[in-house]
């Protein structure tokens, strides 16, 4: 623990993004609160049964990210705990985690934030003035030196505009956010918007029980299955420093064609009717791991984009109809905002774009950088450790280190991003945030100084340097170096292997890592024959 400081900080939020931000205020020894608005940590996390405009899973969510690739640096998950946990096993991470560090103690429930105001004399302090009502219904103004907001973008449901004879439906029309569960869809003909991972989740569930399921998609998507070969979860396999160095020299067509090909072996996506005419790393991926086999069932059948509503049914651009719907669910993303801090006059979002330094600070804050944003960011891969990370930036910062740069480095950074996400993804409201697990991670901890001398890692622990390298990005690798060093990292890293092969065996030996001699084996054929042709 470090020494106190008086600076006070507030956290908006206990969820998956509070929690790291919580303890690492108290690791830096700083005099912080955290408002939460409900009556429990974990945020999305903790599922909500009723209608609620607060963020929630659904009833059966899994978590589509591994366990070792989710965790906090800091605290492995149990080696009995699923590879890919569902809501309840991940909520209850969440709970040991903020019950281990106490950070309970922290937490005030039932607190709610109405607004944040730069204060008087913010030119010259930078400080803020919160208003927020407490859990006996006391309103209050309270002065705090920095704020960090993570309260997460899973909240505002996005709407797409309404399509022709919508309104004379007959039918019922929500949007994801408010379905919970399968009761009340039994025999009934349903059509979910969207194929990202919420609309291909509802999407298979309701095709258990459901007369028919129809899943509208404008474009098609690329699916990723959880398991990889060797039933390695898949973003251990994908989210690798070598492979991330490896992209950067390798052409991008190629890196494509060597996943998409990959991805077509398990199943053809043009003859699924799936095939996108954009490529795999040119979208935010689905990942599913029924869907292919839901569609070849014929429980759910593929639909492009909705031309109009009928009294009672849907035509689709193609042309084909379906006289008689039920349901509609809207799977159509999120929208964000940030409306609490100066009645979003202050930090301005037009389509899901903001400027916003490392998706964290607002550019126009730069004089003090005493507010940041936590967990705005979309990865393939999990966002947990990556808040963390986030929030070892920003405590980094509040505590005098200064490691964000001038404004002038900080807009530059910005529009660096915005020019290679155009170059890269399709344009859409779900890619604006989007991120490169390892890279941005990465960025982060050169930062603070967290990242590895790989050359002096190599001579002096070759193993620990093997698994680092090689290995899956696990998030305790940032906890070898930098500020607040984990005596137990190492132990971590070497143990991954055994922790995810207790989840599903816990009597196993562990065996080899095979996929990444698979990776490379790949690699040098296609490099071989691009030799060969070229």
Known sequence: MAPPNNRKLLIVGAGASGLPSLRHALLYGVDVVCFELTNQVGGLWNYKPQETDLSSVMKTTVINTSKEMTAYSDFPPEGTMANF????????????????????????????????????????TGKWKVNYTDDKGVTHDTVFDGVLLCSGHHTTPNWPAKFRGQDDFKGRIIHSHSYKDHRGYEDK?????????????????????????????????????????????????????????????????????????????????????????????????????????????????????IANFTEYGI?????????????????????????????????????????????????????????????????????????????????????????VPSKREMIDNVHDKLEKMARRYVKSNRHTIQVDYVDYIEELAK???????????????????????FGPRVPYIYRLNGPHKWKEARNAILSVDERVLMATNDHSQVEPDYSVLYIVGILLVTLILLYILF
């Open 315 to 403: 035509v689709f651009q193609d042309g084909s109809k379906i006289e008689h719907v039920d349901e509609v669910v809207m799977s159509t993303g999120f929208s964000f905002e940030f409306g609490l801090v100066e009645k979003g006059e202050l930090i301005k979002v037009n389509n899901n774009h903001v400027s916003l330094y490392q998706y964290m600070f607002p550019t126009d804050l730069s004089d003090h950088n005493s507010l940041a944003i936590i967990g705005l960011v979309q990865p393939f891969g999990s966002i947990m450790p990556l808040s963390e990370m986030q929030a070892r930036v920003y405590m980094e910062q509040f505590t005098g280190n200064n490691v």
């Open 85 to 124: 946990m569902h809501n309840t096993e991940m909520y209850r991470y969440l709970q040991n985690y903020s019950d281990h560090y106490e950070l309970d103690k922290h937490i005030k429930f039932n607190h709610k934030v109405n607004s944040i105001d730069r204060n008087e004399d913010y030119d010259k």
């Open 447 to 469: 930062l603070i100084g967290a990242q590895l001398d790989m050359k002096q890692l190599w001579k002096e622990d070759p193993w620990l340097a093997y698994k680092v390298y």
């Open 189 to 305: 003909t349903v059509v979910v918007v969207g194929i990202g991972n919420s609309g291909g989740d509802v999407a298979v569930e309701l095709s258990r029980i459901a007369k028919q399921v129809y899943l509208v998609t404008r474009r098609g998507t690329w699916v990723f299955n959880r398991i990889f070969d060797y039933g390695k979860p898949i973003d251990m396999v994908m989210n690798r420093k070598f492979l991330s160095d490896l992209r950067s020299i390798v052409p991008a067509w190629l890196s494509n064609t060597v996943v998409e090909a990959k991805l077509n072996m398990r199943f053809d996506h043009k003859a699924y009717g799936l095939k996108p005419a954009h490529r795999v790393f040119g979208a935010h991926p689905t990942v599913n791991d029924e869907l292919p086999n839901r569609i070849a069932c014929g429980t759910v059948r593929i639909k492009p984009n």
